[in-house]
């Protein structure tokens, strides 16, 4: 699939802004505060139903604006989707795809699928578990939209367990737990199979993506860490019996649950553990290491959304080239020269471009006209 072209109005910066894409390798070419990584976001926006940067929507308006539109066309297989997006400051979004509204966001999941990848990213590295908890969720729930809705089930599911908690003062209300410890456990056991299952899949793939990056010269590790199991550096695997495991927990810990008024047992509390050379690269790895990893990551992930969709997912890369050398800036390219990607940049790298690459020089005022609608 590709991008075919995309239509902003009052988008961040963009008062009106209308692009067309290649199907190949994508440069946005400017310097700083010129909307590149703006228009990332937005595709980002029509793929998953929200912006990576923004907790709300009403952030991604222009300011002093009341509502926004983002309009995005897409070719796949079997024809082009486009999919409309109005944000408004006072009421929930409005979503159409080809035209026809939708009611939620779990019916645009897995319609446009795409890999994003900016130096943020290594906060699935660097920082808590939920960043990498994060980075799952979403990977997944294009994919597979009965995870999505788990997710959403036991988001809500967790919430009324923990307020529960908080008022515990009877024997009979402890007694009541169980019924919130048996929906937590049959959804908390759904997503960690889910979970585990998608990282066996995608482990071997990311030691192909390093292994490209690195010229062979490192080895990676990729794991998921169950707290369900009572050692948060044991790594689990899908042969274990998930849900007597995670009932069990959850029954041992529950005096501390009450006395800590949360739930300390679930997925929510699950990580992943990524080695190099048998190095946590999270405490050991150096900045050079991070940043490979987590790009090795999101590579492999395109290999694993096609082989699971049929179609590879469009790749967003945010300033990618200032965290290479120009040695991993060839490989990146060679690695991605049939995958329709989006690359923002402040200038060109001196390594060499793929033969189908197109250069989309911003700011794009002067574009405008030209580009739109011819």
């Not at 080695?275 to 050991?284: A, H, P, S």
């Not at 967003?316 to 923002?344: A, P």
């Amino acid at each position: 699939m590709f991008i075919k072209e995309i239509e902003l109005k009052n988008f961040r910066n963009h008062k009106n802004t209308f692009v067309k894409f290649s199907p190949g390798t994508n440069i946005l070419l400017g310097a700083n505060a010129q909307g590149k990584t703006n228009l990332l976001e937005a595709i980002y926006l029509t793929a998953i139903g929200r912006g990576w940067r923004a907790s709300k929507d009403k952030e991604m308006i222009t300011f002093g604006e009341g509502s926004s539109t983002i309009i995005t066309k897409t070719q796949k297989r079997f024809g082009t989707l486009e999919i409309n997006i109005k944000l408004n400051e006072k009421s929930k979004k409005s979503i159409s795809i080809n035209k026809l509204p939708i009611s939620k966001v779990g019916e645009l999941m897995g319609n446009v699928n795409c890999v994003f990848f900016s130096p943020n990213e290594l906060r699935m590295i660097k920082d808590a578990p939920a960043d990498r908890r994060r980075f799952l969720d979403i990977d997944i729930s294009q994919i597979d939209k009965a995870y999505f809705y788990a997710l959403l089930r036991y988001e809500k599911i967790l919430s009324q367990r923990n307020a529960f908690l908080k008022n515990i003062s009877t024997e009979d209300d402890i007694r009541s737990l169980e019924i919130w410890d048996k929906q937590l456990i049959d959804v908390g056991a759904f997503i960690i199979e889910k979970r585990i299952s998608f990282i066996n899949k995608l482990s071997p793939l990311i030691v192909i993506a390093h292994n490209k990056l690195t010229n062979s010269q490192e080895n990676i590790t990729f794991s998921y860490v169950c707290v369900c199991i009572g050692n948060k550096e044991k790594v689990i695997n899908i042969s274990t019996n998930i849900i007597d495991t995670l009932k069990f927990q959850l029954n041992n810990a529950r005096e501390n649950d009450i006395r800590l008024k949360t739930t300390t047992i679930g997925p929510h509390r699950d990580d992943i553990k990524i080695e190099i050379n048998g190095n946590d690269v999270r405490r050991f790895g150096s900045q050079g290491q991070q940043r490979t990893a987590s790009l090795s990551i999101k590579l492999a992930e395109l290999k694993l959304f096609e082989l699971e969709t049929g179609e590879t997912p469009i790749l967003l890369l945010d300033d990618v080239f200032s965290e290479l050398d120009e040695t991993r800036q060839t490989s990146l390219l060679n690695y991605i020269q049939s995958v329709h990607s989006i690359i923002t940049t402040t200038e060109l790298p001196k390594t060499c471009f793929p033969d189908n690459y197109n250069i989309i020089r911003l700011p794009l005022y002067s574009q405008q006209t030209h580009q739109k609608r011819h």
